[in-house]
């Protein structure tokens, strides 16, 4: 048994982005793998790391913890009103009344709740979503060859932050359930630590992943948007906005157009992402009850409860998060490559067409 998935983990389809790029005819640090077309022979100048290697990879994934875990947890005040919105909106009717009750009613410390599940919960899920993502890119690169995935450049986003939010959110959701029971249930537990034995022992491990479907009707579309929109919109920002060249701009410019291709992204985010999201908060504070039976109890106009303060939380916190990960890729010297440009095989192609 064990032999079998040693061989199967031999011969796993992420093997070559993972290995170490190489030279034909060269040493071990000169060689390239044929198949890679995201690529750097080897590290620049001033790198920390080969741009596609297993480092690589590693760093990016501490990027997507710091940038999501970080941001997530500096807006739980607002993410707390949002939910309380989205599964009582006759007690807290607007963001400006939920805020002033819940300090009335919990002081100025409950708009803390939940942040311990939101910490962890959302660094496990930045190491996945942006690692992972890094991971897919260069894979679905590779099968696709270099002239297709300028040309299907979008859907290669579309497809590589899908499949990495996939994993990112089975690692999230027991967290975002005991977060959102926190925050929405009176009475019911004001820490994690108090949250997670109570919910085990009245509904066993379901309680942690009863919400992992509308989870991943929230998240997938969220994060297909967030990393698809922003970088074509930094490809926009760069040829039509931005005076001269990205190799021109310091480093400092390059993130502020990391800035605003991120809020950008985030408001795009935000809509489509909504009416899930209100679903799952509903969801983990109705015991018992299925995504379906709370999507027809909220009606349409239901599950847009609390678009406005999710727009302003999901645009800021997107825009937030784009530029930690990209100052952290700064910060640690991670290959950092320009958006995507032509190969000169295509160019001539369309040279000898026309």
Known sequence: MFSSLFDAARNNPFKTP?????????SDNTQLVPTRTIQAAAANPGDSCEFGSLHYFALCGVGGILSCGTTHTFVVPLDLVKCRLQVDQKKYKNLFTGFKITVAEEGARGLAKGWAPTFFGYSAQGLFKFGLYEVFKVYYSNLLGEENTYLYRTSLFLAASASAEFFADIALAPFEAAKVKIQTSPGFASTFRQAAPKMYGEEGIAAFYKGLVPLWMRQIPYTMMKFACFERTVELLYKNVVPKPRADCSKGEQLVVTFAAGYIAGVFCAIVSHPADV????????????????????????MW?????????????????????????????IPRPPPMEMPESLKKKLEVTE
């Open 279 to 302: 679903v799952v908060s509903k969801l983990n504070q109705a015991k018992g009850s299925s995504a379906l039976d709370v999507a027809k109890k909220l009606g349409f106009m239901g």
């Open 18 to 26: 993972l290995n170490r790029a190489q030279c034909e005819g060269g």
């Open 305 to 333: 409860n609390g678009l406005m303060p999710r727009i302003i939380m999901i645009g800021t916190l997107t825009a937030l998060q784009w530029f930690i990960y990209d100052g952290v890729k700064v910060a640690l010297q």
